[in-house]
């Protein structure tokens, strides 16, 4: 026989901070009982997993999270759905690291954006963001976040793929689901000294440079000795400058993946 849990439902009566710790006076609505029907919680904002409780009216016996009579521990869960509304490019689908979060993990397909970063060694964070209207260079996204409900929108400019990377920029968060305010120009920020932000590709593809191709190239149609002999000393450094960037690659993605493990 299987019995089902009780669901015990709190109402939040007020809040206050005490430096990170983040106390919650709540009112348990199933309760009659005065002594039960009120508890405090304690949340500390560097710790997203779990919750202190008191197991009586009073908050000052909550010093610490880990200190605390009862303590909750906290999953969080994405309970929205969002259908998508348009497609992202098609050499986007796969594993990339976004440098401008962290190093954050990212993975994208045919519509969604896929992000998961660590703030520091004991905490995760993770945002899905969801193709919903594109127009020219510009993809409005529904973003859904684990600590909170509600959907917003976020409008990403990209740029096309050169070889390893994605660079993009990213307009402001709004609530409102309407691709001209989203993603009208004005949502970026205007200032002359602005890069784009960089996605690297986790699998990188190798490829020649260009440089090096045109340096090839002029070495062939040199006509004289001594140019000849210039052009062979600019490939040798040209080479073994490609060779140890694709050595600091190789070492940056063994890295990543033993830290992943």
């Known amino acids: 026989m299987i019995f089902a849990l009780p669901v015990v439902e709190y109402s939040c009566l007020g809040d ?6 983040h106390f919650f006076a709540v009112a348990n609505t199933k309760e009659s009982r005065k002594d039960e029907k009120y508890r405090c919680f304690l949340k500390n904002r560097e710790d997203d997993y779990f919750l202190g409780v008191s197991i009586t009216p009073e908050c000052n016996v909550l010093k610490t999270v880990e200190k605390a009579p009862e ?43 896929v992000e998961l970063w660590h703030p520091d060694v004991s905490r995760w964070r993770k945002a899905v963001y969801i193709c919903m209207e594109q127009r020219d260079s510009r993809y409005m996204m529904a973003r859904l976040t684990i600590d909170g409900c509600q959907v917003d929108y976020q409008c990403f400019d990209f740029v ?18 309407d691709f001209h305010t989203v993603c009208s120009w004005v949502q970026f920020k205007n200032d002359p000294r602005w890069k784009y932000d960089l996605m690297l590709s986790r699998q990188p593809i190798f490829k020649e440079s260009t440089f090096i191709i045109a340096l090839t190239f002029h070495c062939i149609t040199a006509i004289s000795i001594a140019q000849k002999k210039e052009c062979s000393i600019v490939l040798l450094l040209g080479a073994i400058i490609l060779l140890g960037l694709l050595l600091l690659m190789i070492m940056s993605m063994t890295a990543r993946m033993l830290d992943y493990n």
């Open 16 to 21: 206050w901070f005490v430096g990170k710790n």
């Open 71 to 113: 303590r909750m521990r906290l999953k969080p869960v994405q309970s929205e759905r969002v259908e998508p509304g348009c497609l992202l490019p098609e050499n986007f689908t796969g594993e990339w690291v976004n440098t401008a979060n962290i190093d954050a993990d990212v993975t994208i397909n045919s519509t969604h954006i």
């Open 160 to 177: 096309p793929r050169h070889h390893n990377i994605i660079r993009f920029r990213k307009g402001v968060a709004m609530i409102k689901n």
